[in-house]
């Protein structure tokens, strides 16, 4: 998944991004409030994690200026003000969840995996499409009750698509949702993993939709 | 303690006798010199009568002269006065202590009230002089010798009377002297009480403020002179209310600045996913520091809020009726891993019925402190127990374990900040119980350490809640 990430200290940013990109998730990182607005207006994220008391504005009008441009991205706030009335704030301002400083990783990461799941409103925590599951948490994909390897791209393309079962993505969607805007790209990548994903699953598993892009194909 | 009013009135009053008594002293001085006077005069002018009339007597009668006036012996003896009062109709009783006498220059005794100075004494001295009678009273007498008449003629008065009148007059003029006193007396107390009202009024004020009521005192009514006073307070006043906010945005601060490293030092060290047994050992160790910091750290936090609400709310968080049962489950919730790992059996033996009336925040912190002492030295497949029971004194709430306990020495020392009992493989900062008896010596609460009753060993803290503040 891809995840906007906003706090403004470094030696914390590097480490969270650290940890999501291991995970295998694309990490933008905006260390103020207002890149934070240019990053998620330019994109489009799975989830926000957004720390409270940024340099040049608070994280609620962060919030607030979102929701008001009608992103309504899944927020998780991730802050060190832990106070009781301070959640209820953060939630009430529309938040989706809220965690405090300092937190355990393997809680924060699931914890987004849930906002992401209740946002394409799943119930299941493994995604499964006709013989293939792929499990965010664990990483892994099964077809037809067999383990199947995949790269890290491979396995966000291949979860990108069963997360949105019906949804048509154009080419340049999806290379935004593989890489960070400070990643290089080579030129027919998204060709590549497709490509990849259809010798592993099986040719009907990605359907191109001419002049648009692609989306999850009807197995028989 | 001096008091300026007391001071004031004793002051005042004491000037205002004294100069009253100097002018009661004058002004006798002045009355019985003037009376004094007047019955000298009066004295002179009798004796003047006595001769115009006696010269009258002796032209009317031819043959008549000076001897057989004296033949005659006319003793003019005053009548007693009956009555009770001082007079009746023949005469009054004053007459006594009034005399005349005429005597021949040869010291023949002529005519004369015969009463007062002794008959038989005649002395050749003119003018004014005080005499003694056989009785031994006092008389001031006038002698004058008559040139024409040939004779000495006496008027006396007895001193007594003389001064009755200086006395009389003396005595109205103290009296009205000490009835103003008086009245002075109670108008100055009045008026010194009225003068100091507004004085009594900025103390009162004064004593009204502590930690969480620092708003200034209101410098409109306060007077003149001790308006500085006022001033320097409202200034240190302001200082005091400064600091306090400094103080609490201090912790809110470093409570964020803190947190933040101690969440990336944590982030790094999980991002090791290690390959080895010793890095994955020092990976466990950098988050178990990094946990033990963090508990620390809220520790000192607890403590700190709970010292700045005590100042912003004066104290006393308001007590709602809780079900103690419930409350003590929402305290082993979190505890509910620790207590899987070492395999304790907890027991929450509180009646479900129970109400315990008491601010519930407090009382959330002093049951999670005790609760969580209670697991973390707690050995494995040791045994927990949580019971309550309430009484006509109060209601008593135990938490019990079978941990290593206290020695009688570390049962004293162990509610001291950053005390830490002799167990040193077990992780604490020596802050829970700071926070313990914080919290009980606010609400009024009892806190009692015996030895656990479950085991050989073991802790048993007795929290008592009194009747009276249990109603609260």
């Known amino acids: 998944m891809k995840i906007l990430l906003v706090e403004d200290d470094p030696l914390l940013g590097e480490g969270v991004a650290d940890a999501f990109k291991y995970q295998g998730h694309v990490v933008e990182w905006a260390s103020s ?65 809220y965690m405090a400083k300092p937190f355990d990783l393997p809680e924060l990461l699931a914890r987004l995996r849930a906002l992401v799941r209740r946002h394409a409103g799943r119930v299941e925590p493994v995604l499964s499409y006709q013989g293939i599951e792929v499990n965010p948490a664990e990483h892994s994909v099964m077809y037809q009750g067999q383990p199947v390897a995949m790269s890290r791209h491979e396995f966000e393309l291949l979860s990108h698509f069963m997360t949105y079962p019906t949804r048509v993505f154009s080419r340049e969607v999806l290379v935004e949702q593989l890489y960070s805007w400070s990643e290089d790209i080579g030129s027919n990548t998204v060709e590549v993993y497709v490509h990849h994903l259809r010798k592993k699953l099986g040719k009907s598993v990605i359907e191109t939709v001419r002049g648009v892009g692609y989306r999850l194909g009807k197995m028989s | 303690m001096k008091s300026i009013r007391f001071w004031l009135i004793v002051m005042l009053t004491s000037a205002i006798l004294t100069s009253m008594l100097g002018a009661i002293f004058i002004s006798y001085n002045k009355v019985s010199h003037e009376t004094e006077e007047l019955y000298d005069a009066e004295l002179a002018q009798l004796s003047r009568v006595l001769e115009s009339l006696l010269s009258i007597q002796l032209d009317y009668t031819q043959d008549a002269n000076l ?104 005595s109205l003029n103290v009296q009205s002297l000490l009835l103003m006193l008086l009245v002075m007396i109670v108008l100055m107390v009045i008026i010194i009480q009225m003068g100091f009202r507004s004085l009594l009024r900025v103390s009162e004020e004064i004593e009204s403020r502590n930690p969480s009521h620092l708003a200034p005192l209101d410098e409109r009514e306060v007077p003149s002179e001790i308006m500085p006073v006022v001033h320097a307070l409202n200034q240190l006043l302001g200082e005091i209310d400064h600091s306090i906010e400094r103080q609490q945005r201090f912790t809110s601060n470093a409570a964020h600045e803190l947190r933040t490293p101690l969440a990336a030092i944590k982030v790094h060290a999980q991002n090791l996913y290690p390959q080895d047994e010793r890095t994955q050992t020092i990976q466990q160790k950098i988050v178990q520091g990094v946990d033990k910091l963090t508990h620390l750290f809220n520790q000192l936090i607890t403590l700190s809020k709970m010292e700045t609400e005590l100042q912003e709310e004066g104290g006393r968080e308001s007590s709602k009726k809780l079900l103690l049962h419930g409350l003590v489950d929402q305290q082993l919730f979190p505890l509910s891993e620790q207590i899987k790992v070492k395999n304790l059996q907890v027991d929450n033996a509180v009646a479900t019925d129970l109400v315990c009336t008491c601010p519930e925040n407090s009382m959330s912190i002093l049951l999670r402190n005790l609760i969580d002492n209670a697991v973390r030295y707690s050995d494995e497949n040791g045994m927990i127990r949580v019971t309550a029971t309430d009484s006509a004194d109060g209601m008593s709430i135990s938490v019990m374990d079978t941990g290593p306990g206290l020695d009688e020495q570390q049962k004293q020392r162990v509610f001291e900040r950053f005390y830490r009992a002799a167990h040193q493989q077990v992780t604490g900062c020596g802050l829970g119980l700071s926070i313990v008896k914080e919290i009980v010596e606010r609400q009024q609460y009892r806190i009692l350490l015996h030895d656990s009753p479950l085991a050989e060993h073991g802790l048993w803290v007795e929290l008592f809640i009194p009747k009276e503040i249990n109603m609260k």
């Open chain 2, 67 to 170: 001897a057989s006036l004296a033949e005659k012996d006319r003793v003019i003896n005053t009548p007693d006065v009956h009555a009770s009062g001082e007079f009746d109709l023949y005469g009054h009783k004053y007459e006594k202590k009034l005399s005349f006498q005429i005597w021949t220059s040869q010291g023949v005794f002529l005519l004369g009230s015969g009463h007062g100075l002794d008959m038989t004494e005649f002395v050749r001295k003119p003018g004014y002089q005080i005499e003694q009678d056989t009785a031994g009273e006092q008389w001031r007498s006038f002698t004058r010798y008559s040139e024409p008449l040939k004779v000495w003629i006496k008027t006396a008065q007895q001193m007594e009377i003389r001064e009755e009148l200086t006395h009389e007059i003396a």
């Open chain 1, 33 to 97: 409030g207002q890149q934070a607005l240019i990053l998620a207006q330019g994109s489009v994220f799975d989830v926000v994690v957004l720390d409270l008391g940024l340099p040049d504005m608070e994280g609620l009008a962060v919030l607030s200026a979102l929701r008001k441009v009608k992103i309504n991205t899944p927020v998780l706030i991730l802050t060190a003000r832990d106070s009781c009335d301070e959640k209820v704030l953060g939630l009430d301002r529309g938040a989706d969840d």
